[in-house]
């Protein structure tokens, strides 16, 4: 319906182009205002005329095609009154199809995620869990618009920390212990590491040749190194499990640590690098920018240095289009260097084509959440302990249901309020962790959307013999109720795009609260099983339409659905 207006519209306005006609048509927050409003402003500067004169010629000069049953103009808007039986004909026609909301806007072109990308020997936190769910999502988005997307773990598996590590385990560790406990007895190791090197700082020396030895290739430092990165990665990947969720690519800064010398070459050849104490840096200060350090006085590569072999890497193996990268706001300044020496090495497409994608903190103020050791929290244990808790629920609720059903029920509605906790909000605004809201069964939490979805898979198992099909009778859903859900309905395609260009999973999120709540209200006004069974197909036709739309929105935020829980 939008598109049809769009073209009603661009028929009469030669200075803008569907497109910024389109993103100018807004839906006005009062029904009195109808269903579409065409603000004038943008146009008065071209025109040399008041926004309601031109208001009022525009809407003058429309003829006013069947499926709309007023044009008004009120002060600087047009305002269109859709016939509403129009209105639900072309909402559910092209509503009723499973691609809904898909496009073909990425066909031919890849998108890079780096996400998630934990650090070898250190637990999966929370932090973590926020750049995983984001991106995750943002892979679902972006896969619906037609985009090839490359998934990117870029783990933080090579550096100094881990010459300190060895010197650890060296002394003070045993395999068993490491083998017993993993990532926890490696995390104590290096605590210990510091501990000790505070007394006895020969320990730094000793962890910087150890370090020395694994990039020069030693067998014995590699082994042990491969040993702590296989056991971390078996740790990540059981909460990549438990959150189904996976990665094309488990390409981590160790995969470059042939690939940085190239680069040192080739900063070297365009005279971009400079000495600096002893250590080679790119001077970024006519940006503004602190600068960005490539090799260390003792000839070590580091963090920036391997980011800029990834980005060589990636356009030469993927040719992508974008490059995103979800980590903390406090890594904006590295990621800021590193595309601009990417610009410097003459790259023009970098200034558009790599993305730092920020986030906030989650602050757990005042949550008791479990923790292993010390006051480290891990997000497999928060998954979990909101799997328990939402069993707690499920078992009063819905006591029928069997064991098997009950346990899958509660790992994807536990795991789903999690993520959806993460997404509803902003990226960059902080997320609070209350376990009283997260696992709420009303209000904006996943489980709402969830059980709304359950609650339509019943309604529609209930009814024989419903077949879905666009052949209905559109004058019965002229009510309130039926009307304000196909708006919501109509948002779909807009929502999917919008929050593609602002990488911003939680309008997605928000979207998918609003749908479930105009679902809620069209049932507890209309009821479905009724008599008459033309009004009956079109309520079970709607209903089947939403259900598929709460479970596709899920989707996109990387949440599953169960049909009863
Ligand atoms: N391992 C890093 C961390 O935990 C995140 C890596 C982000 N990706 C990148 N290409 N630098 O903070």
Redesign the pocket.
Known sequence: MKDKIVKLLSDKIEQLNEESISALLEQPPKKEMGDYAFPCFRLAKDLHKAPPLIAADIAESIEKPEYIDDIKVMGAYINFYVNKSDYAKTVIESSIDDSYGASKEGEGKTICI?YS???VAKNFHVG?LRTTVIGNSLYKIYSKLGYNVERIN?L?DWGTQFGKLIVAYKNWGSEEAVKEKGIEELMRLYVLFHDEADKNPELQDEARAWFHKMETGDEEALQIWKWFFDISLEEFKRTYKLMGMEFDHYTGESFYRDKTDDVVKELTDKGLLKDSEGAKIVDLEEYDMAPCLILKNDGSSI?ATR?IA?VEYRKKTYNFTKCL?V?GQE?KLHFAQVFKVMELLGNDWAKDSLVHIPYGLVSLAGEKLSTRGGNVIYAEDILKEAIGKIREIIDVKNPDLSDEEKENASRIVGVGAVIFNDLYNQRIKDVSFKWEHITSFEGETGPYVQYTYARCSSILRNIEGFEPSADIDYSVLSDEASADLLKEIDRFPAIVAEAAERYEPSVVARYAVDLAQAFNRFYTENRIAVDDEVVKKARCTITYIVRRMLKDSLDLLGIGVVERM
């Open positions: 780096d990308s934990p650090n973590h870029h933080g963090y980011d990834a990268y980590t890594q």
